[in-house]
Every structure is written in structure tokens, then in C-alpha cells.
């Protein structure tokens, strides 16, 4: 993303699925609890001047949904638009029951 910056470029939509833990090219660490601040100041640099989606999902228990719809919602804040977030599960049929999988933060401009 900040080469993508660096260059420039810009996007209408943005989707994000950060790993939770990662290395880079030169062996740094990106850690998603440590690096999600970034990654979305990166993500507001990135959106056109009318952009028209960001969707964010997090495969990290430690995350509540609401943190990680707030934290998007205060990157994107003044653009408008209609923000939403939640968690994602797999329905369990044989138990009625819903397993979560991920927590999910969704904007758009419409």
C-alpha cells in the first residue's frame, strides 16, 4: 500500500483482509493488533476523490467487531456514506447453532 501511495494511484473500492502476523520482504514484522491503525490511515491515502467502498474482515479473535468498525469509522470519517460491521459465522446445522469466524467492518458511499 505504500508503494501504491508513493505512486500515486488511487482506488474507488478498497478491500482488506490483513493476515493476523506476517513478514515482510526484508524480514520485518507486521502484526495485525500493532499494524491496523496504518494500514487504514494507508487505505483513506489510497480512495479516490469518490470513493465508493471499503470493506474490512478480520480473522482475529482478539478484535471485537465493534473496535474494528470504530477504528474504520473514525479513518474514513467526513466522507459520509453508510458504515456497518459485524461478525461473520458458519451456521451449524446439526447443533442450531453459529460458529464465528471473523468480525467484518463494511463502508460505503451509497
Given at each position: 500500500?505504500r508503494?501504491e501511495?508513493?505512486?500515486g494511484?488511487?482506488?474507488?473500492?478498497?478491500?482488506?483482509d490483513?493476515p493476523k502476523?506476517?513478514?515482510?520482504?526484508?524480514k520485518?514484522?507486521w502484526?495485525?493488533?500493532?499494524g491496523?491503525?496504518?494500514l487504514?490511515t494507508l487505505?483513506?491515502s489510497?480512495?479516490?476523490?469518490?470513493?465508493?467502498?471499503v470493506?474490512?474482515?478480520?480473522?482475529?479473535?482478539r478484535?471485537?467487531?465493534?473496535?474494528v468498525?470504530q477504528?474504520?469509522?473514525?479513518k474514513l470519517?467526513?466522507?459520509?456514506g453508510?458504515?456497518?460491521?459485524g461478525?461473520?459465522?458458519?451456521p451449524?446445522?446439526?447443533?442450531?447453532i453459529?460458529?464465528?469466524?471473523?468480525v467484518?467492518?463494511?463502508w460505503?458511499?451509497?
Amino acid at each position: 500500500m505504500r508503494r501504491e501511495e508513493r505512486r500515486g494511484r488511487t482506488y474507488d473500492g478498497i478491500i482488506l483482509d490483513p493476515p493476523k502476523y506476517g513478514r515482510g520482504p526484508k524480514k520485518e514484522i507486521w502484526q495485525l493488533d500493532q499494524g491496523l491503525d496504518e494500514l487504514l490511515t494507508l487505505t483513506r491515502s489510497l480512495l479516490s476523490p469518490d470513493p465508493l467502498f471499503v470493506i474490512l474482515t478480520v480473522y482475529a479473535v482478539r478484535l471485537s467487531f465493534i473496535a474494528v468498525g470504530q477504528t474504520l469509522s473514525q479513518k474514513l470519517s467526513g466522507l459520509g456514506g453508510v458504515l456497518d460491521w459485524g461478525e461473520m459465522t458458519i451456521p451449524e446445522t446439526a447443533r442450531n447453532i453459529d460458529l464465528p469466524t471473523a468480525v467484518y467492518a463494511r463502508w460505503s458511499s451509497h
